[in-house]
């Protein structure tokens, strides 16, 4: 059984060695641990600072493409490589490494395919109070759009089994931790989460600048991710609004036109009808959105397919338990 832990990388070098010096050298049930880095345009001596200390493998992009996409290709690097479980943590030593051991357990006991660390939120003194009430109401809302319980659903510490990671996709470029957790609901994926420890913050974020944009492209993700794997029903809870809106006015220009004051409210049937017609539409897109959704799930399959051909899998390896 092979673990492989992959750190993603951006300027690094001053906090970089603290983080691996943290990470644990042996877990019962694993018998190797490696180390994969993943340099995502480091300006500074993060590359450098890697191989001095010993990883086995770094994964290096010229240019930033940020934190979805270095995380897609370490996942990559990492099945190429031979990983059976993949743990991604960070390079700020934000999260307790000894507690690795707490993320793959689950997994090692076939209870789990994908497991995230929960963060105790309301005890770390580096969030605001603001930012706290924020995570729990992002990880509210990534719950129900992904009919799962995950408490802590913008951690980043996290385990992978090889199956699961051969059929994450992440499409938004921002960040993916809310969208493999949608993903992995929808597909009914076995997930959980498994209390962790953080350190003492070492620098400031740099996944956003401000709470505003923070809030604004989270919301963005989720909502982007729901109408991917329930388009369906996100177009019919949308063209649900003007259609009963349209409804409510024809009822009550019947109302009055009953009591013969109908010629004077000729304008509200005009716009009633308009919004019965949107919300009509939405409805036909959302039908339209849900045959693409099914297609999608066809490619998904195929490009699980060709991933585990392209390393050299047979068919039923990954549904095998491991001695």
């Not at 030593?93 to 689950?106: F, H, S, T």
């Amino acid at each position: 059984m092979k673990l492989i832990i992959q750190i993603p990388c951006l300027n690094e070098a001053e906090t970089l060695t603290i983080a691996l010096d943290a990470l644990p050298k042996k877990i019962d049930g694993i018998d190797e641990i490696e180390i994969l880095i993943i340099d995502d345009g480091s300006t500074d001596d993060t590359v450098r600072v890697a191989k001095e200390w010993g990883v086995n493998y770094i994964v290096s992009f010229p240019k930033n493409k940020g934190l979805a996409k270095g995380f897609m290709a370490g996942i990559d690097a990492c099945i190429r490589n031979g990983a059976d479980i993949i743990v991604n943590t960070d390079a700020d030593n934000q999260y307790c490494g000894d507690d690795i051991e707490k993320l793959v357990r689950p997994i090692l006991d076939n209870e789990a395919e994908i497991v995230i660390g929960e963060r105790p939120i309301d005890d770390i003194d580096d969030f605001s109070p603001l930012k706290k009430k924020l995570q729990h109401f992002g990880s509210f809302v990534v719950r129900k759009a992904s009919a799962t319980d995950i408490p802590d659903a913008p951690s980043g510490f996290r385990a992978f089994s090889r199956d699961a990671a051969l059929h994450i996709n992440v499409i938004n470029s921002y960040t993916y931790t809310l969208e493999t957790i949608v993903q992995a609901g929808r597909n009914r994926m076995a997930i959980m989460s498994v209390p962790i420890r953080t350190n003492p913050e070492l620098r400031k974020s740099r996944l956003f600048h401000s709470m505003g944009g923070y809030i604004k492209k989270s919301m963005l993700t989720i909502i982007r991710a729901f109408m991917m794997y329930k388009p369906l029903v996100f177009f019919l809870i949308c063209g649900s609004i003007p259609f009963l809106a349209g409804i409510v006015l024809i009822i009550r220009f019947l109302i009055f036109f009953a009591h013969g004051a109908g010629m004077g409210h000729i304008q509200s049937l005009v716009v009633a009808s308009m919004l019965v017609m949107m919300g009509f539409m939405t409805f036909i897109l959302g039908l339209q959105a849900d045959i693409i959704a099914a297609n999608r799930k066809l490619l998904e399959d195929v490009q699980f397919r060709i991933r585990r051909m392209e390393i050299g899998e047979e068919d039923g390896r990954s549904n095998e338990t491991k001695e």
